[in-house]
């Protein structure tokens, strides 16, 4: 498609349960990006993939979320036994292979809710 | 890795006022700079950014930015706001990686 695409726009799930969150970048884009917006938080960076590198998990805040991105394109973002304090709204982003064209594209966003 | 410090939460303002925020990053490498603005209900997008050349950038809807490196700084300047830039402002820096700021939120009353 033209844009990033995430999926689901919205997702409500119960205390413990684990969920996927996916991102479909930009066809060519190298780098994707995995962000967290809460409310007074601003962007908290989660995970960074960059070509066939491995990835920059330092923003991940605890061994419950991990990320996977498949075959260079699609990236998934999982977090188990999830707590009411993962609530946010997941953002991801892609870019181009260069570097120096810098901007980022942004999808619209998971909104996760965890009763 | 690079951080940036956005030190405005929240900005109210009156139309036609004058806009200032302020961002400034840490960073040991050569870096380039972003501001990204986020409308009510719509996704990030970039407003204008930095690489290299000129420090004063200019950008979309009359925002500019001006990078002075001896102070580790890349604050948005708009001479008169009106009340359609309400909106929440990110500062961004590529170091390693890319890193936002915390966010401003800007409300401009008509």
């Known amino acids: 498609g033209a844009g990033v695409s995430q999926s689901p726009s919205n997702k409500v799930t119960e205390k413990g349960k684990d969920v996927e969150l996916r991102c479909d970048p930009i066809?060519?884009?190298?780098?994707l990006y995995w962000y967290r917006q809460s409310l007074g938080q601003g962007l908290e960076f989660l995970i960074y993939?960059?070509?066939?590198?491995?990835?920059?998990k330092s923003g991940l805040p605890s061994d419950r979320f991990s990320a996977e991105r498949t075959g260079g394109s699609v990236s998934t973002l999982t977090i188990q036994r999830t707590q009411q304090e993962d609530s946010a709204v997941y953002l991801c982003?892609?870019?181009?292979?260069?570097?120096?064209?810098?901007?980022?594209?942004f999808g619209e966003g998971s909104r996760l809710t965890v009763l | 890795a690079q951080s940036v410090s956005q030190h405005n939460h929240h900005v109210i303002l009156s139309e036609a006022a004058s806009l200032e925020l302020g961002c400034n990053y840490s960073?040991?490498?050569?870096?380039?700079l972003f501001w990204y603005v986020q409308y009510p209900g719509q996704h990030l997008q970039l407003l204008l950014k930095?690489?290299?050349?000129?420090?004063l950038v200019k950008g979309i809807k009359g925002f500019e930015a001006e990078f002075i490196k001896s102070k580790f700084s890349f604050n948005l300047r708009k001479p008169s706001v009106q009340w359609s830039d309400t909106a929440e402002y990110f500062c961004?820096?590529?170091?390693?990686?890319?890193?936002f700021g915390a966010g401003t939120r800007l409300t401009v009353k008509p």
């Open positions: 982003a892609s870019r181009g292979r260069i570097l120096n064209t810098g901007e980022l594209f």
């Open positions: 066809s060519g884009h190298t780098a």
């Open positions: 993939f960059q070509g066939n590198s491995a990835p920059d």
């Open positions: 960073y040991g490498g050569t870096v380039n």
């Open positions: 930095y690489f290299s050349g000129d420090p």
């Open positions: 961004a820096v590529i170091g390693h990686d890319m890193r």
